[in-house]
């Protein structure tokens, strides 16, 4: 999903003026970019290149974009070169606000974003030198294994107004509360153990673009201190995936073989973790229930195994 918003020809014709005041870009045109689930993106062109906008209006989300862009330099000036390259303001900062909104500009990565077997094997290689970067003195939030997101999720449903919604979730309680308890479970599992922490995505598998031969992971909003098994959590049930991942991790000289318990703790913690995007964004009931019972329902057949 991304974001859709309508927008005038007044508001374009301001925002290029911004851009080119703020960055010195001369631009020629601006089209939406379908990019990005909470931010408004943009495509814009100048003569002889094109810059990807990233506009995050929601109060709620905008520390947690502004302290990516710390963590996407650290990562360019540490040798990753996958990753979209910040775009500097004419005075030299990371971003900037534009109309309430917190604004970067990145370089355009041309391709489409694709999710198959040949692009996960690709993204765990890319992930495996991401976590041979130390996070240095950036700050960066670390997992705590609180399970807070089926709280916040149960704190929500109980003052949902969406009827539909309310319907559904009461339809799948039985599902949802047995979620939150083997969240629970593990969350007690894993927490106070702080060791293999890397820099995680949390979300790679769908935010790879794929161009020709080349490989690249956007979007790194979500980015924390965690285990592996953060960003490894989705393709625990296939073989074949936990195969490139040890592989991906020998190449890249890291010693570490993925814990069964921390893979269940985030297929709990990140069911809840997209209900709560999905509240947040007023999604219909009807993709809300597709979400329920689809893709991820192939991990929880794995990760309710686990003991």
């Known amino acids: 999903m991304y974001s859709n918003v309508e927008r005038s020809d007044a508001y374009k014709t301001h925002l290029l003026d911004f851009i080119k005041r703020e960055y010195e870009i001369e ?23 094109s810059y990807f906008l990233k506009m995050v209006y929601p109060d709620v989300h905008k520390p947690v974009y502004e302290r990516s862009f710390h963590i996407i330099q650290h990562l360019c000036d540490h040798g990753i070169d996958f990753i979209s390259r910040i775009v500097m303001t004419a005075n030299g900062r990371l971003f900037t606000q534009f109309d309430g909104a917190v604004l970067g500009v990145f370089d355009w990565i041309d391709g489409q974003n694709i999710q ?31 399970g807070n997101s089926a709280v916040k999720f149960f704190e929500q449903w109980k003052t949902l107004q969406d009827k539909p919604l309310c319907l559904l979730f009461e339809k799948n309680r039985a ?25 995680t995505h949390g979300d790679a598998g769908g935010n790879v673009i794929e161009n020709g031969n080349k490989h690249f992971i956007v979007d790194w909003d979500n980015s924390i201190l965690a285990p592996m098994e953060r960003d490894a959590w989705f393709c625990m049930s296939w073989d074949w995936a936990m195969t490139a991942w040890g592989d991906a991790l020998y190449e890249n000289g890291i010693k570490y073989t993925l814990r ?17 995007a999905y509240l947040d964004a007023s999604t219909q009931a009807d993709t809300v229930e597709e979400y329920i019972d689809g893709w991820i329902a192939e991990s929880f057949k794995y990760a309710d195994e686990i003991g």
Not at 27 to 49: C, M, N, Q, S
Not at 262 to 276: E, I, M, P, T, V
């Open 175 to 199: 599902k949802i509360e047995h979620r939150a308890a083997r969240l629970k479970r593990f969350s007690g599992l894993c927490r106070g153990d702080t060791k293999h922490f890397f820099i």
């Open 27 to 49: 631009a020629v045109g601006i089209t939406p970019a379908k990019r990005g689930f909470y931010g408004e993106t943009w495509r814009l062109d100048a003569t002889d290149t």
């Open 116 to 146: 198959n077997e040949k692009t996960k094997i690709q993204e765990y290689r890319m992930l495996a030198k991401v976590y041979t970067v130390s996070p240095g003195g950036i700050s960066i939030p670390r997992e705590d294994f609180s």
């Open 260 to 276: 069964s318990e921390r893979l269940a703790y985030y297929c709990y913690d990140f069911f809840f973790f997209y209900l709560n």
